[in-house]
């Protein structure tokens, strides 16, 4: 809020109510704030920033800005269950198992697309495509599939999903699948150098002030990321408390604990930056496991050099820079990055650090199919799929380089694959 909206006071018994108002015509957000009871001239303004909170632990850290207040929680959240998974997600069907004999290759496949792409460069004569779902074998969606029973009727369909896959894919459910593949090792939050340490902001926020409080005379940069948004939307970096627990006011959010030791990459031009690795996973099967890795990544780039500082300079700590066409882009196929990589870092071959990669991969896939739905990705015969992880590098503590996963993506935009392998 503004310097005026800074200046409402907290109140449990409040003369006014601040609430979020997002114009989307304009891309613009406010804070409305309007009285709920007599205000008369020069009355201070107050509004309750817990409003509606009933659980005592959520209530104090909401009002941390206001109200100081020491946590001292374990920093292992327990495992939610089922309830939690199916929360505010569309119900989706489990495929019926005893329809779905194995099928014998076809010669020839009809495929109905809803990407472009996918018609552009999908050229084998194996496959044909077709303007109607129901007489297609392969079904390509840019939209959820959820009724996999009603797949189960038809066999010899194919869809490029898989049930309860949000496992890998919300932030929120990705976090407690590497959370699920750190302790089938017996490896705590921080053991496990694969993932950073995450909190959920809405269910887990005192775990996390209890481990941001013990570790406030340390190096203490998060990220907040909202569970679901794309194109780097609502994401915030920064070391002041009181500032993370005003965040998930604007929607539900995870915390990240930032990479600020982060490999980093020179750029002639601008010094070294940050990057981060795309690589595309093909998940086959879920009983036997069975997924592949495109060793053909892609290569993001920071367009400044990197320092702990400015936070809002999103080309500075962010790598992603397709979506503002005012933004330069860096571009280089995985080629020419493994020359310039042997050069600037000689004495970590990539073939070494691609290897810790692949097993990152699969540490999170062994993960998500531990459990049964909802809380891992159903077995489907009918189930192909297409994800992208990113990745970045940061230094360990032995002057070793670990590879720490950032996200999974859903259906991941193909554009740039397809016009530099197509």
Partial sequence: MDEIGSAVMHSETPNCRVVPFVHVDAQ???????????VSEEDFIFADFAEGVQDLVQKRAALLPWVPHEFDLSFEPEMPGPDYYLSGHVEESLPDLKQLNRKKPQEKYKVFTEYSLVRDFLTDERFEFVDDEDTAE?????????????LSETPQKFVNQFPFEYVLTIKDLLCLTCRKAARARNQSMEAAKWFPVTYNLRTEIGHFVSYFQKHKNRENFWIIKPYNLARSLDIHITDNLNYIMRLPATGPKIAQKYISNPVLFERPECGPVKFDIRYVILLKSVKPLKAYVYREFFVRFANKSFELKDFHDFEKHFTVMNYDENVQLKHMLCSEFRIFWEQQYPNFDWDSVQKLILGVLRNVLEGAVKDEPPCGVAHSPQSRALYAADLMLEWGESRDIQPKLLEINWTPDCQRASAVFG
């Avoid at 613009?28 to 007599?38: A, G, Q, R």
């Avoid at 390509?140 to 959820?146: A, D, G, I, P, S």
């Fill in 28 to 38: 613009i957000t406010y804070s409305l704030l309007f009285p709920i009871s007599d």
């Fill in 138 to 150: 392969i079904l390509w969606l840019t939209r959820h599939f959820k009724d996999y029973s009603k």
